[in-house]
C-alpha cells in the first residue's frame, strides 16, 4: 500500500475469548447445528411422506416399537441435562477443576445411553429391509445414534484436554461450554424423534 | 525471626498447592504478554511486512504445499480444479452435440450417450458451477472484507481436498467406463437397485457425498468469515453486494444440501443394504426422491445464480463508476431470492400428477421469484443509466449476461405455467432454458469476473483485445448454439434421447447448435490461451488497475501472503472512492503469531483477537480417510463401521494441540 495510513484504535487489549455469539466457533457449530437439523427435519418429512401411502401406522400386521427401552433412553437422556447445565456453568466461571470434576458424569451418562440404543434396536419389532416404515423407523434411530456417538467421542476429547495444562485456558472453557451447547442439541433432537418413533405408531 | 526463615523453606521445598501453581503460570504469562510485538505507529512499513511475511509464510516443499490454509492458495486451486472440470464438461458436451449434428447418427452408442449427459450433467453442476463460485468466494471475500484469513482455515483446506477427489471418483470411473448413466438427478426407480445393477449409481450418489461434505463445510466457513471477521467499521448496510450475496448462497447451502445428501444416503442404503424408500412394492415411493431431490435442485440453482449476481453488482460498481443503484433493495432481492428458491421445488415435478393446489400454488411461487430477481435488474439498469459505463470486457460480459439471462427467465415465466410446462417437459424447450439460465446467469459475469479478479490474483493484466474477442464469440455462439434448441423442442424432440428420426423439421436447429457449440468452445479458448498469455506476458498489474471502491484493491496485486500490514478501517459503503489519499487503520494484532481481529455480527465494532491454525497436514490425511471410507461403503456396509475409525483419528490429529503447554497468548499449532 502506498498510501498514507491513518492509526484510528488499538486493539491490543481486545480479549481473546468469549462466550456466545462473539466467538467463531459457536458460529461453526450453530452452522453444523442447522445442517444437522436439515437432515433430521427432511427424515421427518420423509417419514410422514411414507406414513401417507399405508392404511395403518405401522403398516398391518406389525406391532409398534416396545415403549421400554426408548422411554428409559428419554428419561436419562433428559435427566442428563443437569450435569451439563452444571458443566456449562463451571466453565462460564473458568473453574477447570469443576468441569475436570464434571466431565466424567458426561461422558458415563453418554456410555449408558448407547448401551440403552442398542436394546432399542432390538426392540422396534420391524426390519429395515421389510417395507418403507420400517426403513425409515431405522433411518431416525440410525441418524440420531450417530448424533449421539460422534458428540460422546467429542465430549471424551475434550475431557482428556481439560485435564492437560490447556484445562486453565480460557478458550478451553469457550470449547466445553459449546459442547454442552451441543448435548442439549442432541436431547433436544431426541424428543421428536422418540415421539415419532414410539407414539405415532400409537395413535 | 527463624519462624519466617522456616516458612519461606516450606513454602519452596512443598509442592504448592494446584491453584498458587496456576496463579503463579498466570503472572508469568501476563508478564510475557507484555513482551508480545504487535503493529502500531511504532512497527509499520517494510520491519513489519518482513516480519508478518515470515509469520503467514506456510512451510516451504511439497509437505507445506500440502498442508497450506491460506485461504488464497486454497481459493485458487479452487477455481483451477473447477475449470478444468469445466473444461472436461464442456468436451462432453461436445460429443453430445457431434452425435446430434445429424440424424440417426451412429456415432456415439445409446449406452456411452447415457453416461455423456450424465456425466455433463453432474460434472456442470457439482463439479464445476458450485465449487467455483466457492473458490472465488473464498479467495476474494477475505480481501474485499478487510482481513487476513478465512474463519476455520484447517476446514476450508480439508473441503478442498473433499472436492478434488469426489471429483476424482466420477472421472476415474468414466474412464474406466463405469460411470453413472442415470442423468444428472438419477431418478429412481432407475438408480435403484432393480434397474441399475452393477456400481455406477453408487459411484454417482457417492460422488454427491463428497460434493456436498465439501460444499457444506466451505459454506460454514463463509458464513463465519463474512459475519465475524468484516473489518471495523463494515456494518451490515456498508458490506459489499458480492459478500452479502455470498452470505445468502451460504446459507441456503446449509439449509439445501442435507437434503441431497439424506436423499443419496437412502438411495445408496437401498441399493446396499435392502431398505425399501423408494420401491413402491414395500410401499416406499419413487417420488420421495424426486421431492427430496428438487428441494436441493432448485435451490441448487440459485445457489450458481446469486453468486453471479454479486459479481455483476462488482463489474457494474466498478465500470459505471457509481455505487449500484438501491443498495438496500438489491439485498433485499438476494434474501427475498434466497428465501422463495425453497418454496419452488415442485415446479420441477408438474409433469407427475399433483393435487390442484399443488399446481397452482408453485405456478404462483415459480412467477414470484421473478420479481426480486428483476427488481436487481433494474437497479443494475438505473446504475449503468446514471453511471458512465466503460465497456471494458468485463462489463461486456455484464451486458451479455442481462441479454441472455432475460431471454431465459422469460421462458421460464412461460414453463412456470402448468398446460405449457406439460407440453413442454423433458423436451430441448427445457434445455434451451436451463442453459440460457445457467450460461447466460452464472458462466457469462463469471468470465467477466474472472477478467476483473485476474489482476489481482496474478498480478498481470488479462488482453482486452483478445478478451473482446473471446466475448463476442461467445455471446453469439452462444446464442447460434442455445437459441435453436427452443424450436426443436417445440418440435417435440426430447431430452436423452441419443439420437432422432430425420424428416420431422430437426436437422436443422440441430446442426446451428452443434456449429454454436463449436463456437463456445473455441470462445473458451481463446479466454484459456488470453489467461495463460497474459500470466507470464500481461501488463504488470498496479493494486487498483480498475479504479474500483472495495478493499481487495487496497493491497498490491498479488496480494501478500498476510493480505493487510494493518486491519483497514471502513467509513462508507465505498471505501477506496471516499478514503482521499489516506486509509485507516486499526493497530495492536500480533505480528509473530497469526492472529485475527473479530468484530461484532452487525455493528462490526472490534470483539475479539483470534488466534489462527498453522498449516496442518491432517486436514488432507483426514480427507484421505474419509475419501477410503466413503469409496469402500460403496462395495460393503461394513466400511462404514471400519472406515470411521481412521477417519476419526486422522480428526483427533487434526484438532489435538501439538504442544500441550500454555502460551502467553492462545495459538493454534
Keep these: 500500500m502506498i498510501r498514507e495510513l491513518r492509526f484510528t484504535d488499538d486493539v491490543a487489549d481486545l480479549p481473546t475469548h468469549k462466550f456466545g455469539p462473539s466467538s467463531l466457533t459457536w458460529w461453526g457449530i450453530i452452522g453444523y447445528m442447522i445442517v444437522e437439523g436439515g437432515f433430521f427435519a427432511l427424515a421427518f418429512a420423509a417419514y410422514f411422506f411414507l406414513m401417507g401411502h399405508e392404511q395403518g401406522w405401522p403398516p398391518e400386521g406389525r406391532a409398534a416399537p416396545n415403549l421400554l427401552w426408548g422411554t428409559l433412553f428419554t428419561i436419562v437422556i433428559v435427566v442428563s441435562e443437569i450435569p451439563n447445565t452444571m458443566i456449562k456453568k463451571a466453565a462460564n466461571a473458568h473453574d477447570t477443576q469443576g468441569v475436570r470434576a464434571l466431565m466424567p458424569i458426561i461422558v458415563g451418562v453418554g456410555a449408558v445411553l448407547l448401551i440403552i440404543r442398542g436394546f432399542e434396536f432390538n426392540n422396534l419389532n420391524v426390519r429395515w429391509t421389510d417395507n418403507a416404515y420400517g426403513s425409515i423407523i431405522w433411518a431416525l434411530l440410525l441418524l440420531h445414534t450417530i448424533h449421539l456417538l460422534t458428540d460422546w467421542g467429542d465430549t471424551i476429547v475434550l475431557w482428556a484436554l481439560m485435564l492437560t495444562p490447556l484445562g486453565y485456558e480460557g478458550r478451553r472453557f469457550v470449547d466445553t461450554d459449546e459442547n454442552a451447547l451441543y448435548w442439549r442439541y442432541v436431547w433436544l433432537l431426541w424428543i421428536p424423534i422418540y415421539l415419532m418413533i414410539y407414539w405415532v405408531p400409537r395413535l | 525471626m527463624t519462624d519466617i526463615r522456616a516458612d519461606k523453606l516450606v ?8 491453584r498458587e501453581r496456576v496463579e503463579a503460570e498466570n503472572r508469568r504469562l501476563a508478564e510475557e504478554r507484555k513482551k508480545i510485538a504487535r503493529d502500531g505507529p511504532k512497527l509499520k512499513g517494510a520491519e513489519l511486512e518482513g516480519r508478518l511475511d515470515a509469520t ?7 509437505i507445506g504445499w500440502l498442508a497450506t490454509v491460506d485461504h488464497k492458495e486454497i481459493g485458487r486451486r479452487y477455481i483451477i480444479t473447477a475449470l478444468l472440470f469445466l473444461a472436461l464438461g464442456g468436451v462432453l458436451a461436445l460429443a453430445i452435440r457431434l ?14 450417450y447415457n453416461q455423456l449427459f450424465t456425466m455433463h450433467g453432474s460434472t456442470m453442476m457439482f463439479l464445476f458451477a458450485v465449487p467455483v463460485m466457492e473458490g472465488v468466494a473464498v479467495y476474494i471475500i477475505p480481501l474485499m472484507l478487510g482481513t487476513r484469513s478465512t474463519a476455520f482455515p484447517r476446514l476450508n483446506a480439508f473441503s478442498y481436498y473433499m472436492y478434488l477427489f469426489g471429483g476424482l471418483l466420477l472421472w476415474a470411473a468414466f474412464a474406466l467406463n463405469i460411470a453413472p448413466d442415470i442423468g444428472w438427478f438419477a431418478y429412481t426407480p432407475l438408480s435403484g437397485p432393480q434397474f441399475s445393477p452393477g456400481k455406477r449409481a453408487d459411484i454417482w450418489a457417492q460422488m454427491i457425498t463428497f460434493t456436498e ?41 446449509i439449509f439445501a444440501m442435507p437434503s441431497i445428501a439424506l436423499a443419496s444416503g437412502m438411495l445408496i442404503s ?33 445457489i450458481i445464480f446469486l453468486p453471479a449476481t454479486g459479481f455483476v453488482s462488482v463489474i457494474v460498481e466498478t465500470f459505471c463508476r457509481r455505487p449500484v443503484f438501491a443498495y438496500p433493495v438489491v439485498v433485499l ?7 422463495l428458491a425453497f418454496g419452488l421445488w415442485v415446479h420441477h415435478m408438474f409433469a407427475t400428477g399433483l393435487p390442484r393446489v399443488g399446481y397452482s400454488f408453485y405456478t404462483a411461487a415459480s412467477m414470484t421469484v421473478a420479481i426480486p430477481t428483476g427488481l436487481q435488474i433494474f437497479c443494475w439498469l438505473a446504475t449503468m443509466w446514471d453511471g458512465r459505463p466503460r465497456l471494458q470486457v468485463p462489463m461486456l460480459y455484464v451486458v451479455g449476461f442481462i441479454v441472455t439471462f432475460v431471454i431465459g427467465g422469460l421462458s421460464g415465466v412461460i414453463i412456470a405455467s402448468v398446460p405449457l410446462d406439460l407440453e413442454l417437459h423433458d423436451t430441448y424447450f427445457i434445455v434451451a432454458h436451463f442453459h440460457y439460465v445457467l450460461i447466460g446467469g452464472a458462466v457469462f459475469p463469471l468470465l467477466g469476473i474472472l477478467t476483473y479478479w485476474f489482476p489481482k490474483i496474478t498480478g498481470r493484466m488479462m488482453s482486452e483485445t483478445l478478451g473482446k474477442v473471446g466475448f463476442w464469440i461467445m455471446f453469439l455462439g452462444f446464442q447460434l448454439a442455445f437459441f435453436p434448441m427452443h424450436f426443436a423442442g417445440l418440435l417435440g424432440m426430447p431430452r436423452r434421447v441419443y439420437t432422432y428420426p430425420a424428416g420431422q423439421g430437426l436437422e436443422l436447429p440441430n446442426l446451428l ?8 468452445a473455441s470462445a473458451v479458448l481463446v479466454f484459456v490461451v488470453n489467461g495463460l498469455w497474459s500470466l507470464y506476458r500481461g501488463a504488470i498489474a498496479p493494486p487498483n488497475p480498475w479504479d474500483a471502491s472495495t ?30 489519499g489516506e486509509l485507516p487503520v486499526v493497530t495492536g494484532l500480533r505480528v509473530d503469531e497469526k492472529e485475527l481481529l473479530l468484530t461484532t455480527v452487525v455493528a462490526a465494532t472490534p470483539d475479539l483477537r483470534e488466534p489462527v491454525p498453522q498449516a496442518s497436514p491432517w486436514p488432507l490425511i483426514s480427507a484421505i480417510a474419509t475419501a477410503i471410507f466413503f469409496i469402500t461403503s460403496i462395495f460393503s456396509p461394513w466400511a462404514v463401521v471400519f472406515g470411521a475409525i481412521p477417519t476419526g483419528i486422522a480428526l483427533l490429529a487434526w484438532f489435538w494441540p501439538k504442544e500441550l503447554k500454555r502460551e502467553p497468548e492462545p495459538v493454534i499449532v
Design chain 2, 99 to 112: 452425435q446430434l449434428a445429424r440424424p440417426d447418427s451412429t456415432l456415439i452408442s445409446a449406452d456411452r
Design chain 2, 213 to 253: 461434505v465439501s460444499a457444506l463445510a466451505a459454506a460454514v466457513v463463509l458464513v463465519a468469515t463474512i459475519l465475524k471477521t468484516r473489518a471495523p467499521g463494515m456494518t451490515l448496510a456498508r458490506m459489499p453486494l458480492f459478500a452479502w450475496a455470498m452470505l445468502v448462497v451460504a446459507v441456503m447451502i
Design chain 2, 56 to 62: 503467514w509464510r506456510r512451510p516451504p516443499g511439497i
Design chain 2, 551 to 580: 478493499l481487495e484493491w487496497a493491497v498490491s496485486s498479488p496480494p501478500p501472503v498476510y493480505n493487510f500490514e494493518h486491519i483497514p478501517v471502513v467509513e462508507s459503503r465505498t471505501p477506496l472512492w471516499d478514503e482521499k
Design chain 2, 270 to 302: 437401498d441399493r446396499l443394504v435392502g431398505t425399501q424408500f423408494y420401491n413402491s412394492w414395500e410401499h416406499g415411493d419413487a417420488l420421495l426422491w424426486q421431492h427430496l431431490f428438487w428441494f436441493f435442485g432448485h435451490p441448487e440453482v440459485y
Design chain 2, 11 to 18: 513454602d519452596t521445598v512443598e509442592p504448592r498447592s494446584e
Design chain 2, 333 to 339: 432481492a438476494l434474501i427475498s431470492t434466497g428465501i
Design chain 2, 513 to 520: 447448435s452443434t456449429i454454436g457449440a463449436f463456437a463456445v
